[in-house]
C-alpha cells in the first residue's frame, strides 16, 4: 500500500525590535517577572494600542525574503479567545488582510530542488507566560506579553520529517540573514506548529488533519511528524480517521498526546481591531527596504562556490550563518587561501566552537589570527600538527598565533643540518626498524618518522625527515 503524508507548518517568530508592538515596553529576554509590562501589554480599560513602525518593516523585509507579494492595503484584527496568559481575552493579529502572501522556501532533497510555497506571512502580537511551581500553583509573567511576532504559514507542501527540518533550516537561516530574528529556540523566539495528515494513495482517502502545537526544536519537528504519520497510518490500516485535535509532543516518551479538540476559525471570532486604523503600504518604502536587504544564504552559497572555487558542501555549511559566512570570508581576505581557511573553518574552529557550545561571535581571537595562523603553515614556519596545537591555546588564551608560537619555541625546524643530526640519533636506537623497511615493512617507516617528531616535540618538518629517512636507509 502507497501512503503519502501532508504537512502544513506555522511558524512564529519574535522580532528584534527594541519596543513591543503596540507601546514603548523594552523587549528583552530574561529578566525579573513583570518588569516589562504597561496597561497596554494589558489591555486595560481605556488605553489604545499605537503600531510599531518598526514591526511592519520587519514583516515587509521578511516577506520581501521569502518571495512574497507585499499589501499595499492591511489591518489588525482581533483573534478572540482566553487563556491565562492572555490576560485582555483577545490577540491582537491579522486575518484576512495579512502583510505578505504567496511567497516560497526552496529546500535541498535527494529528488532535488523542491519549492514549499508559503501561504502568508502576517505580524502579531505574542502572549505571556505562564510558569507552574512544583507546588501545584501557576505565576503569570506578562513581559512577553506584546512583543511582535510574525507568523510564517506554509502550503502543505511537505512530505516527511526530514523534508520539514530542511524548511525550519533555511527558513531561520534566512531570518537570521536580514536580521528580524535571533531565532533562539531555546528562548522561544522561534516555535512551530506542525498540521499533519496521511493519504492512502491506493484509496485515495486522507485522514483529518492533526494539530501538534509549540515545537521548540528542529528535531523535534521531525519526530512529531514520522509519528503523527505513523499513528495516521495505523488508524487508516484499522479503517479509522484522525480526529480534528491539537497534540503536543513529549520529548521523554517520544510521542504526542491530546490537548484539545481544535478550534476553527469561526471559534475565534475575527473582528477588526478597532482601535488601530487600516494601513497603506507605499511602493517607495517596499523599494528602500528591497534595496537594503542583504544577500541572501543561498545566493553567497553560490558566489563562495564560484568566487572562492570551494566544494557546494564547504559553501553551504559556511553560509548556514551570515556571522560564519562573515567570518570566513574576513579570513579569506588574510590568507588568500579559501580551501585552506574552509577546512580549518569545517574542522577544527567549528568542532571546537560545537564543544564549548559557543557561537562563532564568540571566538577569542579574530579572523585575521585564523589566518596568521593558516600562513605560518603555508610558510612552512610551523608544522599542521603544531598548528593543531597553536590553535588549542588561541581558543583558551585568545592569543594571536605568532605570540603562541613565539612563547613555546614552536617553530618548524627546517634546518638540514639539526634534522641530519636527530635522524642519525633515531636510526642508530633502531636498527631492528631499518631491518624491518629494508625487508618491505613500510609501518617501520611512520615508526621512525614518529621517533623523530618525537625528538623535536612536533617542531621537525616532516615531508624533511620523511624523505632523509628514505634516503639513509635506502
Known amino acids: 500500500m502507497s501512503y503519502k503524508t501532508i504537512v502544513g507548518l506555522e511558524i512564529h517568530s519574535e522580532l528584534m525590535t527594541e519596543s513591543k508592538v503596540f507601546c514603548d515596553c523594552k523587549v528583552e529576554f530574561g529578566g525579573d517577572s513583570n518588569t516589562n509590562c504597561c496597561p497596554i501589554c494589558l489591555g486595560l480599560p481605556g488605553t489604545l494600542p499605537v503600531l510599531n513602525k518598526r514591526v511592519l518593516e520587519f514583516g515587509i523585509r521578511a516577506g520581501l525574503a521569502f518571495n512574497c507579494n507585499i499589501a499595499k492595503e492591511t489591518k489588525m484584527d482581533r483573534k478572540n479567545y482566553f487563556y491565562p496568559d492572555l490576560v485582555k481575552g483577545y490577540q491582537i493579529s491579522q486575518y484576512d488582510m495579512p502583510l505578505c502572501e504567496k511567497g516560497y522556501v526552496e529546500i535541498d532533497t535527494e529528488e532535488g530542488t523542491k519549492k514549499v510555497r508559503l501561504i502568508r506571512i502576517h505580524i502579531e502580537e505574542d502572549t505571556g507566560k505562564s510558569i507552574h511551581s512544583n507546588d501545584g500553583g501557576s505565576l503569570l509573567d506578562y513581559n512577553r506579553s506584546g512583543v511582535p511576532l510574525i507568523e510564517i504559514v506554509t502550503e502543505p507542501d511537505i512530505n516527511s520529517g526530514e523534508e520539514a527540518q530542511a524548511f525550519l533550516e533555511n527558513l531561520k537561516s534566512i531570518l537570521k540573514y536580514i536580521e528580524v530574528s535571533d531565532c533562539k529556540m531555546e528562548e522561544g523566539s522561534l516555535r512551530c506548529d506542525v498540521n499533519v495528515n496521511v493519504i492512502d494513495e491506493d484509496k485515495d482517502i486522507k485522514t ?42 513529549d520529548d521523554m516518551k517520544n510521542e504526542t498526546i491530546v490537548m484539545r479538540v481544535k478550534e476553527g476559525v469561526a471559534d475565534y471570532r475575527y473582528f477588526p481591531e478597532p482601535d488601530i486604523v487600516g494601513m497603506e503600504i507605499e511602493d517607495n518604502w517596499i523599494k528602500e527596504i528591497r534595496d537594503n536587504l542583504p544577500e541572501l544564504p543561498h545566493i553567497k552559497k553560490d558566489r563562495f562556490v564560484s568566487e572562492y572555487d ?60 585564523l589566518a596568521d595562523l593558516i600562513n605560518l603553515i603555508n610558510e612552512g614556519k610551523i608544522s599542521n600538527n603544531i598548528g593543531k596545537k597553536v590553535l588549542r591555546t588561541m581558543f583558551e588564551e585568545g592569543k594571536d598565533p605568532n605570540t603562541v608560537v613565539k612563547e613555546k619555541g ?47 616535540r612536533g617542531k621537525a618538518n616532516p615531508q624533511m625527515v620523511n624523505k632523509m629517512l628514505r634516503e639513509k636507509m635506502s
Open 208 to 249: 483529518t488533519v492533526t494539530e501538534v502545537k509549540n515545537l521548540n526544536s528542529f528535531k523535534a519537528v521531525a519526530k512529531a511528524i514520522d509519528y503523527e504519520t505513523n499513528r495516521h497510518i495505523a488508524l487508516l490500516k484499522a479503517g479509522k480517521d484522525a480526529i480534528r485535535e491539537t497534540r503536543r509532543w
Open 310 to 369: 570551494i566544494p557546494v558542501y564547504d559553501a553551504k555549511v559556511l553560509t548556514a550563518t551570515k556571522a560564519l559566512a562573515d567570518f570566513y570570508e574576513e579570513t579569506v581576505k588574510y590568507s588568500k587561501d579559501p580551501k585552506q581557511v574552509s577546512n580549518w573553518i569545517m574542522g577544527d574552529v567549528l568542532r571546537r566552537v560545537k564543544d564549548e557550545d559557543i557561537d562563532i561571535e564568540d571566538l577569542r581571537f579574530t579572523a585575521k589570527d
Open 410 to 456: 614552536l617553530i618548524q625546524i627546517n634546518d638540514e643540518d639539526e634534522l641530519n643530526k636527530i635522524v642519525d640519533e633515531v636510526l642508530d636506537k633502531n636498527p631492528q626498524s631499518i631491518e624491518d623497511y629494508n625487508n618491505g615493512k613500510d609501518r617501520a617507516l611512520g615508526f621512525l618518522v614518529g621517533q623523530v617528531m618525537k625528538a623535536t
